[in-house]
């Protein structure tokens, strides 16, 4: 091995210790500095977060309090606009208004909460909460029934339903126009 190849080695090794050098204080000025910001860790379940206006969680059937029934009418157009086909429904045998579900079962497991069937309802009857705490290691009980529904409901107090908030038209021409 020549001088002039030592010293080719030599510099490429001074370069790699000088580039690596470079790369370890920046890496600690990076964490010091945001060491010493407010902290954006939520200590979940502890702490835990509340969702904001429209957010699509869990689900509930509304329940009409002056004829004591739910508000569902059967109809399947709910099932009919789930893009998931996670709804199933079955009706008795009145008909028109008269008519009330036997069997509402909504499988949430399969659900991806897109909100479709809420709009679709022409009754005002099934709405989505703000719950999203689901974690189950049976994936059976992810299967929630009218019964279930209407309880979540009640006990949410909920008498219309949950719509997200309405962008003003001041920003939608905003928006449309970038």
């Known amino acids: 091995m020549t001088v002039k190849e030592l010293l080719r080695d030599a510099w490429g090794i001074a370069k790699d210790i000088a580039t690596g050098g470079f790369s370890l204080l920046n890496g600690h000025h990076v964490t010091m500095t945001n ?21 699509r969680g869990g689900f509930a059937q509304l329940w009409d309090a002056e004829r004591d029934r739910p508000n569902c009418i059967a109809c399947q157009l709910c099932a009919r606009a789930c893009p998931d086909n996670c709804i199933y ?6 008909k028109g208004k008269n008519k009330r579900p036997v069997v ?5 497991a399969v659900c991806m909460f897109c909100g479709l069937c809420v709009e679709a309802c022409p009754h005002n ?24 529904m209407i309880e979540t ?21 905003t928006e449309e126009q970038a």
């Open 35 to 55: 060491f010493w910001r407010p902290r954006v860790t939520e200590w979940y379940p502890r702490e835990k977060r509340v969702p904001p206006p429209g957010f």
């Open 89 to 94: 429904i079955e009706g008795d045998d009145a």
């Open 104 to 108: 509402f079962d909504l499988d949430m």
């Open 125 to 148: 009857a099934l709405t989505m909460t703000s719950e999203y705490e689901f974690s189950t290691a049976d994936k059976g009980s992810l299967i929630v029934t009218l019964e279930q």
């Open 153 to 173: 409901g009640k006990r949410l107090g909920l008498t219309e339903v949950q719509r997200p908030p309405q962008v003003p038209a001041e920003a939608q021409a």
